[in-house]
Nanobody, 124 residues
Framework: QVQLVESGGGLVQAGGSLRLSCAAS????????MGWFRQAPGKEREFVAA????????YYADSVKGRFTISRENAKNTVYLQMNSLKPEDTAVYYC?????????????????WGQGTQVTVSS
């Protein structure tokens, strides 16, 4: 059974930074891609960023482009989300997800496994 464990969330002032981590364990097959999504209260879950595991190509939502950076550490089966210049509208529960087969990176239903989420709160 695959497990994804996020960490690194917390409370930060606007303009500050946080680094989220997502460690994967129990994998049997090769990962195709990993992504970060977020869900704010009363809103639908939305795509934040994704990375192709082998090539390292990255993709971002327009709302975070230039402020967030997704990266991976293959040896540790870990993906990171560096979040800079945080805004109050970035407040949400952040989830990492793993995709095994080829799929659409920005679509949450295309991912196979999900972490439990970590809260990020940005105060104004």
């Amino acid at each position: 059974q695959v497990q994804l464990v996020e960490s690194g969330g917390g409370l930060v002032q606007a303009g500050g930074s946080l680094r989220l981590s997502c460690a994967a364990s129990g994998r049997i097959f090769s990962t195709y891609a990993m992504g970060w999504f977020r869900q704010a209260p009363g809103k639908e879950r939305e795509f934040v960023a994704a990375i192709w595991w082998s090539a390292g190509s990255t993709y971002y939502a327009d709302s975070v482009k230039g402020r967030f950076t997704i990266s991976r550490e293959n040896a540790k089966n870990t993906v990171y989300l560096q979040m800079n210049s945080l805004k109050p509208e970035d407040t949400a529960v952040y989830y990492c997800a793993e995709m095994y087969g080829r799929g659409r990176l920005r679509v949450d239903s295309e991912y196979d496994y999900w972490g439990q989420g970590t809260q990020v709160t940005v105060s104004s």
